[in-house]
């Protein structure tokens, strides 16, 4: 009995799709369109904001925000689903791999030019 | 402690912005036009497939979109962060929109088409 | 003699595709994700921007940017090459369309409702 | 008098933005954003599509293609000017690019792999 939030959605959207027959149309390549829309969908409320800090987006914008957060990760959840992929661990190793690629600067002075 | 994946990747993420003074670039806006760039790297690994059936994947492309899906999930986070949306409970509850919005048909049998 | 810039650029990338026997792979849906994967590149040059006007762009940024304009007009072209669309006569139509959808001036009389 | 279709379309949206006050949105950054949005809105038309090939298109699809064509058009040319690119310029020297990149293959014999 899983209580991990990832494996939960794993599942419920193994079970949403099969009970709609949809699985013919999941396949990684669709799904991945499927992911690029939604996050324009995403993008569309940020698009003519000035700077896009949180305190631009009123409540309406925000709520939206939100279902529009939530389908980015239930494609992305199925997407790793089709390849086996962990996404947790996949993430943690990634963010390995940024730490050595993006070295925190130890001092604070702003980084020359020259 | 928490062992919740998604708020472990939250934690982790902030501590890495934090240590390269990177939060003056988080804006929501901003992360989620980063957030579009992953997800558009993770489609270029499919754009030329005929049907992108999992099978069609080789080993390195494999471990490409691994990394893509990885990078997508932690911006993700950051933009979910940035505007205190529990990323689960937007699932759960966007789930429970789509259930409404596409009902599952009762019968099991396939769905003429006339 | 066509000095049209839009069919001269049609005529080049079919030619240019014929001889590397790539029209297999250029379905639509292939192009269409291809043209968001240059679109991709082209917002990767302005997503950390404070506000990204033009000012904001250094002479390398402004040479990478106008290399993926370039491929976003190509990829378009060839999509709408597929679909025998006219994009010139597409454009004129959408701005006649957006003209009666967002009337301007809003001094001269109030927009009425019905 | 111009009757080259991209300058005329820089004008007409020029004239467009001018006249509704919009160029203040109008950044390069939030237009690229725009256009990846206008993207998006194109590549739903396919995304459950089997292979994508035109005749998998109905006629109700084909015209909403078309607007989201023109619309993609309508945000570059807008991205260009801002940043006083010339497109078709651009596009031809890109090809030129593309033809030392990937060079026509003269034997039609397949790419041996090893």
Known sequence: ??????????????????ERDWEQYHTPKNLAMALSVEVAELAEHFQWLQTGVASELDDATREGVRQELADVLLYLVQIADKLDVDLYAAAVEKMRLNALKYPASRETEPTPKA
Do not use: E, G, I, V
Not at 1 to 18: E, G, H, I, K, V
């Open 1 to 18: 009995m899983s209580t991990d939030p990832l494996t939960t959605l794993r599942d419920a959207t193994r079970a949403f799709a099969a």
